[in-house]
């Protein structure tokens, strides 16, 4: 199975380059993995292919304002540093360009002073290992000076930091948002419980190795990289309970369905557990826990279509982003959404 098997042409003019108002108002679009029939919907209307019974299992993270600029304080030149994984307490692991300016030693301070740092070391992939210095708690200074860190493909400024954020996200730590969750407001979550409908919550933290492409030809040649989620023993029980009870696990997003598959494939069923997990699913993946998805429409060649493919069938995925070409989805982390049943 070839990368290139994975592409698609999408138009520029299609890349969402800003949230659409209100959240649910997007676009969404049905497909049945079974038959591949294809509807058009609004994303509010999901709630009515939710049945009482089913469980909605959503990623409760929350994006840090990870992108911060330092200047160097041997020449003032101006770094951008984008905050990826933290290590302990206050060393983390970033991305720094240019890296040219961000040698072993070198000190930066962002702000007016809030913030200081210093590069530890530099990893085998380029990025840094970055110790900072501020007498606040660094999340707060974070949340002041930090902008979010949004995708390469989206150029438009955001206004409001809190449409990068999902209405339930809570545990800091992402990269980057889920952005499948975006599209629920807190009222459309209301009524999915009043329905009957469950909700459990897990943890995984996004990676910019999201938005990585695949440099390999062969899909099978490409490594992942590693995401740190958490299943609480509550949601654990509801998933089980669920399935015993002969209804859906429906995952909101492809890092939902990311974390209860890793679950699933470590322990042999669904359990408790944190750990870290690099799995990749490409077709060919038989898949454990997952019954339904709701995602959103992703990149060419990626590691994200793969996985829906592998849900869904490689020809009704490919035959499905054809028709949101014809039909003029949104595209990608502020685009349109899609119910995958």
Known sequence: MKTSDFY??????????????PRNASRLMLLNKNTGDVEHKIFKDLTEYLNPGDCLILNDTRVIPARIYGVKK??????????LKQIENLVWECLCGPGKRAKIGTEFVFGDGQLE????????????LIEFRCENN???????????????YIREKLDDKERYQTVYSENLGSAAAPTAGLHFTTEMLKEIKAKGVNIGYVTLHVGLGTFRPVKVDDVTKHNMHKEHY???????????????NGKRVICVGTTSCRTVESVATKNGCICADEDDTSI??????????????????????????MLISAFAGYDNVMNAYHIAVEERYRFFSFGDAMFIY
């Open 74 to 83: 041997e020449t003032g030149a101006v770094v951008e540093f984008l905050l």
């Open 230 to 244: 958490i299943m609480p023993q509550e949601t654990a029980d509801l998933i089980n309970e669920t399935h015993k």
């Open 138 to 152: 660094i999340y707060a200074v974070l949340d002041e000076i930090g902008q979010m860190p949004l995708p390469p």
């Open 280 to 305: 990749f699913i490409y077709p060919g993946y038989e898949f454990k826990c997952m019954d339904a998805l709701v995602t959103n429409f992703h990149l060419p060649e990626s590691t994200l279509i």
């Open 117 to 128: 740092c210093v590069v530890k070391d530099i990893l085998e992939d380029g990025n840094r």
């Open 8 to 21: 698609y042409d999408l138009p520029e003019e299609l890349i969402a380059q800003t949230p659409i108002e």
